[in-house]
C-alpha cells in the first residue's frame, strides 16, 4: 500500500490547524513576541472561575516560556556562530480547552503547537480533570484502577475507529499485520485521554488524541477518537470515581 497521503488530505488538516489558531471567546492567557519567538499560552474562561487551577496553568505558563525562551535565544546563538545558518523564530502556542463541565469536575484538554526551525511544526496532546470537590488536579487515567484496564475496555473498539479514520484518509484499508508501524494498533491509554460529556452530569465519553507520527505518518496529521462509557468502561473506573461516570 502507498505510504503517500491525497494532498487534499493534507491541506485539509493545514485548513483546520490555521482556523483553530485564534484565541477562543472568552480565554486568558499571554501573547509574546520577541525577535526570537514568538509564545503564546490560553485556556478558557472557566478556569477563571477556580483560582487554584487558574494559578496552576499560570505558573506552567511562566515555565515553559522561561525554558522556550531559553531555547530560542541558544538557537538564535548557534545559527549566528555559523556563518549563512538563517535562524527563523521559534513558535509555541498551547491552549486549553473545555472537554466537560460537570457539576463536581471539570475537564480540560490541551493542544499544543512548536515550531523550532525544522521542516514543519510538531503537535501534541495533554488533558487533566480538576475534582471542584476536593480541589485536586488528577490526570484522567488516574480515575481508573489502571491503564491497562482502561486499554482493555476500550482498545477494540478504538482500533477499530482509528483503522475506518486511516483507511479513509490513505484511501486504501488498513492491514495490522503489514509490519508497518503505522498500521499498528497503538495502546490507547499511551495518547491523550480526555474524559467528556453530552449531558454535563456524568462522563459519557472517552476521547482519545493521538499525535501526528503516533498512528501514521506527520502528513496525515493528528486523530481523533471518541468512544461511549460502556458497561466495560465502568468496570475499570476506581469504585471512588464510578459515580461520576454513565453510559
Sequence with gaps: MSRRTPRRVFLAGLALLLAAAGPAPGSSGVEVRTADYVFTYRWPAAVEAVPALRARLAKDQDAVRRAFAEAAGQARQEAAAEPGRPFLPHELSVEWKVAAALPAWLSLSQSLSVFEGGAHPNTGFDSLVWDRRTGVERPPLDLFTSPEALDAAIRAPFCDALDRERAARRGAPVDRASGDEFDACIRPSGQAVVL????????????????????????????????????????????????????
Design 196 to 247: 467528556g460529556s453530552t449531558d454535563r452530569k456524568r462522563f459519557n465519553r472517552i476521547g482519545i488524541l493521538v499525535a501526528p507520527y503516533a498512528a501514521g505518518p506527520y502528513v496525515e496529521g493528528a486523530y481523533e477518537v471518541t468512544l461511549p462509557v460502556t458497561a466495560a468502561v465502568l468496570e475499570a473506573v476506581k469504585p471512588e470515581f464510578r459515580a461520576a461516570f454513565g453510559p
